[in-house]
Nanobody, 117 residues
Framework: QVQLVESGGGSVQPGGSLRLSCVAS????????MAWYRQAPGKQRELVAD???????NYGASVQGRFTISRDNAKNTVFLQMNSLKPEDTAVYYC???????????WGQGTQVTVSS
């Protein structure tokens, strides 16, 4: 069974940085599109950033220029570098793996990010 395990969340002051990691197992990681989503209390889950199997990236408007998504296929890991964090970035961040060809759509358990002074 596919597993996605996130880590790196925590509490940080506004303007600070965090780096999230998501390690995948039991899947051909390099073939999957990977993404980070987030969900704040009382709000819908939203796309933060995604990266294709080929390395093309896409960002949500609210994080453009502050967050960077990357992947290391040799380590089956996707990263989210978050800089210049704002209180509105507070949410549970989820890792997602998708391979549309076979209708695969997997989620991690989430990691909490809290930005507060």
């Amino acid at each position: 069974q596919v597993q996605l395990v996130e880590s790196g969340g925590g509490s940080v002051q506004p303007g600070g940085s965090l780096r999230l990691s998501c390690v995948a197992s039991r899947m051909l990681f390099s073939r999957y599109a990977m993404a980070w989503y987030r969900q704040a209390p009382g709000k819908q889950r939203e796309l933060v950033a995604d990266i294709s199997s080929g390395g093309s990236t896409n960002y949500g408007a609210s994080v453009q220029g502050r967050f960077t998504i990357s992947r290391d296929n040799a380590k089956n890991t996707v990263f989210l570098q978050m800089n210049s964090l704002k209180p509105e970035d507070t949410a549970v961040y989820y890792c997602n793996a998708k391979l549309s060809l076979v209708n695969h759509d997997f989620w991690g358990q989430g990691t909490q990010v809290t930005v507060s002074s």
